[in-house]
Each structure stands twice: as structure tokens, then as C-alpha cells.
């Protein structure tokens, strides 16, 4: 079982930067492949950024790509998610999940945190 808590979201205006964190609880966490989605109110949830235990092994969605940057620190279970030059449509609930492959298909993940809200304002 892995216990996953979000923070750092908030309200920034149109491009402005915003750092996420999540924090596993499990020891084994950095055994799992880390994922940053979101979701914005009416909409499926929409994969942004993933890694392996190496977050040399990042891989990004067309639309983030160049914008945000997924990270790690393994020795505080802790995954990033930094986002820069965010626009309006970037307003969403974020969320981190943890699974057992590097993936953008949201059914791979086994667990989620309970998300953080991110507002940026035009």
C-alpha cells in the first residue's frame, strides 16, 4: 500500500511557475514509476508527466513538453512537478499516482494522491 499526499498548488497568474510535491509513505516507494495528471471540472483525467526510479527516464504529453518538468528525490519519496509559463487552461485538480510502469494511461497507476488545486488566472 502507498499513501501519496500532494502539495503546492495555489492561484498564479498566466505565466507564472508553481512547484508540486508528492510524498509516498511507503519505503518501497521508489520502487514505483510516478505519474503527474490532471483534471479540470467535465473532463477525464489527463496525463502530464511520468518517470521511473531515474527521472532520466521522464516522459512528458505533447502539451506540457518543455514546460514542466517531472523530478524525484528517492531518499524523501518524494516526486516534483515543476510547472512553468502556465496558462489559463492549465487550471486543474492535480494528482500524483504511482504504478508499476512508466505510463500515460491513468488505468496503469495503482495509487493517487487526493489532488491539488491549481487556478492561473489571465
Known amino acids: 500500500q502507498v499513501h501519496l499526499v500532494e502539495s503546492g498548488g495555489g492561484l498564479v497568474q498566466a505565466g507564472g511557475s508553481l512547484r508540486l510535491s508528492c510524498v509516498a509513505s511507503?519505503?518501497?516507494?521508489?520502487?514505483?514509476?510516478m505519474g503527474w495528471f490532471c483534471q479540470a471540472p467535465g473532463k477525464e483525467r489527463e496525463f502530464l508527466a511520468a518517470?521511473?526510479?531515474?527521472?532520466?527516464?521522464?516522459y512528458y504529453s505533447n502539451s506540457v513538453e518543455g514546460r514542466f518538468t517531472i523530478s524525484r528525490d528517492n531518499a524523501k519519496n518524494t516526486v516534483y512537478l515543476q510547472m512553468n509559463s502556465l496558462k489559463p487552461e492549465d487550471t486543474a485538480v492535480y494528482y500524483c499516482?504511482?504504478?508499476?510502469?512508466?505510463?500515460?494511461?491513468?488505468?496503469?497507476?495503482?495509487?493517487w494522491g487526493q489532488g491539488t488545486q491549481v487556478t492561473v488566472s489571465s
Open positions: 499516482g504511482a504504478g508499476t510502469a512508466v505510463a500515460g494511461d491513468a488505468e496503469m497507476y495503482d495509487y
Open positions: 511507503a519505503r518501497t516507494a521508489s520502487r514505483y514509476a
Open positions: 518517470c521511473g526510479w531515474s527521472a532520466g527516464s521522464a
